[in-house]
């Protein structure tokens, strides 16, 4: 469920979106705020909708190896996005913000085998397109360019060398777990993290932050021009 705009603001429909996506510690969050705030933007990580999904079945005693139920349980939680005009859009959980819960170990350890489930996956990409479909939103996570928003008018895939992603590592995952997690996620069956064949790749490895987010705030400003066109 998509609750209504917090601060009763306009919508932008007819503002971009911008899909950027990537693996675990390629500096796809930083960044993806970082020209979400430049570009007045609303700021909606996908990664935190399955890790909420994630944190619910895992209160509630369901095993995330068990697929069937999983995909049982899940269509009766009580997660909502709630977009305000700018800036991060909010997940809820039974009514609660969400926030640093959702980065804890145990999270990380199950939300690989919860996002293989295609009926998570069905679910989750239905409320992540509801949120989009305001337009004016930076879109993060792994498949958005490729799968929930194809039609995004700017559409990144960051990536970043191996040995630079698992120093970036952040929230406590070993290098091993983390290793894990982008197999399983680049693996499944269902919707596996891959790059949309008109993404443009930028690799991190090496370069500042404030750079990245200059080079995608100029794309956004190329494609906010040809709108008005
Ligand atoms: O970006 P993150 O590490 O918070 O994402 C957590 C997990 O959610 C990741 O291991 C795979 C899954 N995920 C996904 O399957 N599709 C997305 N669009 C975003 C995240």
């Known amino acids: 469920m998509i609750m209504e705009e917090l601060d009763g603001g306009q919508h932008t429909h007819d503002d971009v979106v911008v899909a950027i996506d990537g693996p675990a510690g390629s500096g796809k969050s930083t960044v993806a705020q970082a020209v979400a705030a430049r570009a007045d933007l609303r700021h909606l990580d ?14 509630q005693g369901v095993p995330p190896a068990d697929a069937d139920a999983v995909a049982a349980k899940s269509a009766d939680l009580a997660l909502e996005l709630a977009p305000g005009r700018s800036g991060p859009v909010r997940v809820l959980l039974d009514g609660s913000v969400m ?30 397109r509801a949120v989009i479909s305001l337009g004016g939103i930076v879109a993060e996570g792994r498949d958005i360019g ?59 490895t090496g370069r500042e932050v404030a750079d990245i987010v200059e080079e995608i705030v100029a794309l956004i400003a190329a494609a906010r021009a040809g709108r008005d066109r």
């Open 46 to 59: 996908t990664g935190a909708t399955y890790r909420a999904l994630t944190l619910a079945l895992l209160r």
């Open 99 to 128: 926030g640093e819960e959702l980065r804890s170990a145990e999270v990380s350890r199950a939300v690989s085998a919860v996002s293989a489930v295609p009926a998570v996956r069905e679910q989750l990409v239905a409320l992540q």
């Open 146 to 204: 490729a799968v929930v928003w194809p039609q995004a008018e700017v559409k990144i895939f960051l990536t970043a060398d191996p040995a630079e992603r698992a120093r970036r590592r952040a929230r406590g995952e070993s290098p091993e777990a983390l290793a894990l997690r982008d197999r399983r996620d680049s693996g499944r069956a269902a919707s596996p993290t891959r790059v949309a064949p008109d993404a443009l790749v930028i690799d991190s």
